[in-house]
């Protein structure tokens, strides 16, 4: 015991499934070799080759699956006996409540008795430090912090329990159990401890790689890497670069050739993605979100409406992967845009939410179990398409009554009875408090409560997300939806649904584009 005194005693354990197994008497002398001053082992098999390569003071203990399904640390007398034989010096038991309700304070009594060696107590408490003490045991140690029922909670090693345990009871106190770390070794022994024990970080490698292996992951993961974003949109073409965080570097805005068809279309997206590239900041790949539906895993165009003609089947990732050399990723510009809430914005904390655009157009684009919903041809959340009025409005998809007929640009001005040149105008108007403008808009959230009503229905999302020009400094469209849906929606207070507006905001659809890649 006296030869423990201020030293570091290595744990040399390994099970059947460690590739060190068997090799327990190198890690010995390994031990030594690092100035260790003594070993606590497990088992005859290991106590007899480690006493063979190193004469180190040897603590020895023999793990057994008890009746009761769970480990017992040197259960039996016999045990004992067998590791004294074997070479250990000292024997340690277990003797937390559950060991003694096994007899293991009077096992440590007879050990000590009849095989003269010192018993040392593998305890998780004070009270069982001092049940230890009071039956004869010769030191305590911490090994069993954390792995009993009543000291689940304690998941690191702390020091300050030894400070209370070297109060507590007048034998010493060994540190055991998580102690991973030079430093919390060095804490131990200025809490008081007599002498340190490490096991795992010292001699199970497996366990020290995945340290490493996890450290380099995790920083290679969040290194900073750079996209290009483009936002092909019927009017204009909007492109950025963006970080793996969302940070734009630059952005720029140029018109869409939207009459040029397919060829002077792709050579204005080739345009605009090599003047970003030459500008700097090496972007590791482009995102592309464009109008129409998208194919996302070969980056092809499925179905465009005459918004943008001869857009249909388009090839996009392959024409610009040739022009550029980088990986291109292609998909629907209301999907892009919320996945680009999801990674940046708005929806960042849910993995159920519709993001809806109001624009010249009503688009969006939904996360259903935390995964974007493409439907089974990628035709999904044409939201703007469903009917709120059958047989009202004429719709530019050729149907009537669609929510978009009633909730784009054109409809929100119409409420306006036009009044304002742009809706801009409009809801700055409804801000300055102007009654028309405040009535157009009330008139719009109602109609739009009438088709997320539809949604939420349907999905039962935690939040609605509104993007797109007419949801930017608009907070009474956010209250008078919120009211408007309290009105129409069954069961509403207990859905806790929050309707917010993008925090993307004018960038969205670069962001988005961007965000796609990830
Ligand atoms: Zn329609």
Excluded at 275 to 295: C, F, K, N, P, S
Excluded at 319 to 332: D, L, Q, R, S, W
Aim: hydrophobic content about 45%.
């Amino acid at each position: 015991m006296k030869e423990l005194e201020g030293k570091l005693i290595v744990s040399c354990q390994a099970d059947a499934s460690d590739a060190f197994y068997g090799f327990m008497d190198r890690f010995a002398k390994a031990a030594l070799a690092g100035g260790a001053g003594g070993i606590r082992a497990n088992g005859v098999r290991d106590v007899r080759a480690i006493r063979s390569a190193v004469n180190l003071p040897m603590i020895g203990i023999e793990k057994v699956l008890h009746s009761d399904g769970a480990i017992l640390i040197t259960p039996n007398f016999e045990s004992a006996q067998a590791l004294v034989e074997a070479g250990a010096d000292m024997i340690a038991l277990d003797c937390t409540k559950r060991g003694q309700q096994y007899g293991a304070l009077e096992r440590l009594a007879r050990i000590k008795a009849e095989l003269q060696v010192p018993v040392l107590a593998d305890i998780a408490t004070i009270e069982e430090a001092q049940a230890a003490a009071q039956a004869g045991a010769d030191a305590v140690l911490s090994t069993m912090r954390g792995y009993t029922a009543g000291t689940a909670h304690a998941l690191r090693f702390d020091p300050t329990f030894i400070e209370d345990l070297v109060r507590a009871v007048s034998i010493p106190v060994i540190a055991e159990g998580r102690v991973d770390r030079p430093e919390l070794a060095r804490q131990a022994i200025e809490a008081g401890a007599f002498a340190v024990v490490v096991g795992s970080a010292i001699t199970r490698p497996h366990l020290i790689t995945r340290l490493f292996a996890d450290a380099v992951e995790a920083a290679f993961a969040s290194r900073k890497t750079w996209i290009l974003g483009i936002d092909l949109g019927g009017t204009n073409t909007k492109s950025g670069l963006v970080s793996n965080r969302g940070e734009l570097l630059w952005d720029e805005t140029v018109p869409t050739p939207a009459r040029a068809g397919r060829a002077g279309l792709l050579k204005h997206l080739e345009d605009v993605a090599l003047r970003g590239l030459a500008r700097g900041h090496e972007a590791q790949a482009i995102g592309i979100a464009t109008a129409g539906w998208v194919d996302p895993r070969n980056g092809h165009v499925v179905y465009a409406t005459e918004n943008l003609p001869g857009w249909t089947g388009t090839r996009i990732a392959e024409t610009i992967e040739k022009a550029t050399g980088k990986p291109v990723f292609v998909e629907n510009d209301a999907n892009a845009l919320a996945v680009g809430e999801k990674l940046f914005g708005a929806a960042r904390d849910f993995d159920d939410f519709v993001c809806i655009t109001l624009g010249t157009g009503v688009g969006g684009g939904c996360f259903v179990g935390g995964r974007l919903n493409h439907g089974a041809h990628f035709f999904a959340n044409a939201f703007g398409h469903m009917c709120i009025e059958p047989g009202g409005r004429a719709c530019s998809c050729g149907q009537n009554g669609c929510l978009e007929a009633y909730t784009n640009v054109a409809a929100m001005l119409d409420y306006a009875a036009n009044r304002y040149a742009n809706a801009v105008d409009l809801i700055a108007a409804a801000n300055a408090g102007e009654p028309t403008a405040i009535a157009a808009i009330h008139k719009f959230a109602a109609r739009l409560a009438a088709g997320c009503t539809l949604m939420i229905q349907l999905l039962d999302p935690e939040a609605l997300i509104l993007a797109g020009g007419l949801a930017q400094n608009n907070p009474l469209l956010i209250s008078s939806l919120n009211r408007e849906l309290s009105l129409r929606v069954p069961v509403w207070a207990q859905r806790n649904l929050k309707i917010l507006t993008s925090s993307t905001g004018y960038h969205a659809g670069v962001l988005g584009a961007a965000a796609i890649v990830l």
